[in-house]
């Protein structure tokens, strides 16, 4: 039983020096505390799976005193604290004592367990002053025997974030949602079983990955999604000419070479990005911009190292995408394929789909191409964050730009359509032909 792979270079960086600052999950500043169902409806087997979940959920994070400290909380008729926060300083320290937690036994007492994080656990944290993120994983197989409702609101009125995870068919959906933050699309997940509750390990990763670097909220439709909206953080809309748009209903900017859209990342991603996200951006390239080679959105180190960045060339009609790797000081990969329209001078929304493993490209909606990628590392962000700008250099190139977001949660993709572009709006409001004989 290992931790997954962690950079200790990076993290080494991270600690040691302010001129290198680098930022992501794995450097978030958190309070995690994890409330565990011991009750007899669990049985031993099964506790020595939840057990293993948590080690492997909790991989993505750095655990010392700098970053993210774990506390263990197992429950039945009453709560045991198992790891107090903030007692290992290690991942290899926290997985021992994780495995070393012996299986209790008992009644639900679901709501008595949170009290007890509420009141003792949180409480005692020794970095009050510094932890931007107090984070609570209830994980149940069944109905609390006791209330959980008070506690709960409780909870989230003291700014605890709180995730439930309901395992098997005998937990009760309403008392979940209860105990979860809103909404709970977000905050309550299901496990069938426990010999599958790994299949949402993923899912729980990029959730508290999300929770970490991602606090803002998006206005879309009758939600709010977490992410960046780059066009007011990179100040777009105050900086450049406002211009009709690709609809009667919305508005753009229009950026010329003397419109600078720098901004510092630390301000713009101050927690790092998250492993999962979507790249949105609605942008018309007219004259030389759809024929110049520049990146639509870079975030640079101070050594001006590239640590992601959108490119755009009007010569191959291509788009290439480049992040961070493990191996090297970046990684990039082209997407070569029917790009073309997106040059022609009309209104386009550019999508990518960005995961550990992999990134997928759209365009108006529709899938491009999905090309591997090689783990990566976490961004540096003492450097800037810019946006249009010629490569390898400062020079902004005049384009026309509509959206810039960067949504947290990868299903985004699924949620945010072209719906914007006429020429999308128009394919899917025209009547259907008579077939002819």
Not at 34 to 58: C, H, M, P, R
Not at 137 to 144: C, I, L, Q
Not at 172 to 179: F, G, P, V, Y
Request: some cysteine; overall charge negative.
């Amino acid at each position: 039983m290992y931790l997954k792979r962690v950079s200790v270079f990076t993290l080494c960086l991270c600690v040691l020096t302010s001129v290198y600052l680098c930022a992501g999950c794995s450097t978030a500043v958190n309070d995690l505390v994890y409330i565990v169902d011991g009750s007899w409806s669990v049985g031993s087997a099964d506790f020595e799976t939840a057990k293993q979940w948590l080690i492997n959920i909790t991989s993505q994070f750095d655990i010392s005193s700098y970053y993210t400290q774990v506390a263990v909380i197992q429950y039945s008729d009453t709560p045991r604290l198992e790891i107090p926060l903030g007692l290992h300083q290690s991942g290899a320290e926290l997985i021992q004592a994780i495995q070393s937690i012996t299986y209790l036994g008992g009644n639900t007492q679901t709501g008595r367990a949170i009290r007890f994080a509420v009141d003792h656990v949180f409480s005692s944290s020794q970095r009050a002053s510094q932890v931007k993120h107090r984070i609570a994983v209830v994980v149940t197989d069944g109905k609390s025997q006791d209330d959980v409702v008070d506690i709960s609101m409780e909870a989230r009125a003291q700014g605890i974030t709180i995730f439930a995870v309901g395992v098997g068919s005998e937990i009760t959906t309403s008392e979940l949602i209860t105990i979860a933050n809103k909404p709970s699309s977000a905050y309550v997940l299901y496990a069938e079983d426990y010999t599958t509750i790994d299949r949402i390990r993923d899912s729980m990763e990029q959730k508290l990955c999300e929770e970490s670097v991602c606090p803002t909220r998006i206005p879309v439709a009758s939600r709010d999604e977490k992410g960046f909206e780059l066009m007011v953080g990179m100040k777009i809309q105050t900086k450049a000419k406002k211009i009709p748009g690709s609809l009667v209903s919305e508005a753009a900017y229009a950026l010329t070479v003397s419109t600078d859209i720098t901004e510092n990342t630390k301000e713009i991603f101050p927690e790092g990005l998250p492993p999962s996200y979507v790249f949105v951006a609605t942008i018309r390239l007219k004259g030389t911009a759809s024929k110049l080679t520049f990146d639509l959105w870079r975030v640079l180190s101070k050594d001006k190292e590239f640590q992601a960045a959108v490119t755009l060339s009007g010569k191959d009609k291509t788009v290439t995408f480049t992040t961070t790797s493990i191996r090297q000081k970046e990684q990039k990969v082209v997407f070569k394929d029917n790009f073309q329209t997106l040059y022609d001078g009309k209104w386009h929304q550019l999508k990518l789909l960005v995961r550990p493993t992999q990134v997928t490209s759209f365009l108006d909606d529709e899938p491009i191409q999905e090309i591997l990628l090689d783990p990566m590392e976490a961004i540096y962000i003492n450097g800037e964050t810019q946006v249009a700008k010629r490569r390898g250099t400062d020079i902004t190139v005049p384009v026309e730009i509509q959206k810039l977001r960067l949504y947290c949660d990868p299903y985004q993709s699924e949620r945010e359509t072209a719906c914007e572009i006429y020429s999308v709006v128009r394919s899917l409001t025209m009547p259907l032909l008579p077939l002819q004989d």
